[in-house]
């Protein structure tokens, strides 16, 4: 098995530019999360799923949109990219409500210049 | 605001002795409480999650939980060099049955010195 796979794994974007970050899991997990990770600072949860269909916005949401529309797609989409974007983004997946905590994917580091 | 917090190092610990992590979390309802390691570079790797007061071990590592004291944490014997990384602490809070995803503290920074 894959786990969680995420494209591309490094990007760089231009101020303004659009771009949808990857993510696809073959666990058949339910829940879905993607974070946000900057230096020295902790996860910060931008948006969840908990089944195809149902999205739900997460701590830091502001610049983002996500959708559900398969169980092992959660594709994370950036409109008018700005320099606080910088940050390298983790999708993760669970098979309940994280009770056994999360499989995360290998990341995408994205720079905004 | 819901928050977990660990000192963020660096701990330095010699090869071969007990490395001890702590973490510390705001929200009394929360049910589980999970340890990560981090690999500079990488993403964030389960060891270990834990329910109920006490100790539970897996191999070298042992988590620690007391709830009345709000506190985690994370022992590590027997320290190799390969434990070098950053690890981080995070917990499911019972509201939303967690569906609105973990909490993570900053992470702590291990170095083991060979």
């Known amino acids: 098995n894959a786990g969680v796979t995420q494209t591309p794994k490094f990007r760089i974007l231009k101020i303004g530019q659009s771009m949808t970050l990857q993510c696809t899991q073959d666990?058949?997990?339910?829940?879905m999360y993607w974070y946000r990770q900057d230096p020295g600072m902790g996860l910060k949860l931008i948006y969840y799923?908990?089944?195809?269909?149902?999205?739900d916005k997460g701590e830091v949401p502001n610049g983002y949109n996500v959708s559900r529309s398969t169980t092992e797609d959660f594709p994370l989409r950036l409109e008018l990219a700005a320099p606080s974007q910088t940050s390298v983004y983790f999708c993760?997946?669970?098979?309940?409500?994280?009770?056994?905590?999360?499989?995360f994917g290998s990341g995408t580091r994205l720079t905004v210049v | 605001q819901k928050e977990v917090e660990q000192n963020s190092g660096p701990l330095s610990v010699p090869e071969g002795a007990i490395a001890s992590l702590n973490c510390t979390y705001s929200?009394?309802?929360?049910?589980?409480f999970f340890w990560y390691r981090q690999y500079s570079g990488k993403s964030p790797e389960l060891i270990m999650f834990?329910?109920?007061?006490g100790d539970k071990e897996d191999g070298r590592f042992t988590a620690q939980l007391n709830k009345a004291s709000q506190y985690v944490s994370l022992l590590i014997r027997d320290s190799q060099p390969s434990d070098s990384a950053t690890y981080l602490c995070?917990?499911?809070?019972?509201?939303?049955?967690?569906?609105?995803?973990?909490?993570f503290g900053k992470g702590t920074h291990l170095i083991i010195q060979p």
């Open positions: 993760a997946s669970s098979y309940s409500e994280g009770a056994r905590g999360y499989t």
């Open positions: 666990m058949n997990h339910n829940y």
């Open positions: 799923s908990v089944g195809a269909g149902i999205t």
């Open positions: 929200d009394r309802g929360s049910q589980s």
């Open positions: 834990i329910y109920s007061n």
């Open positions: 995070a917990d499911r809070p019972f509201s939303g049955g967690g569906a609105d995803g973990l909490t």
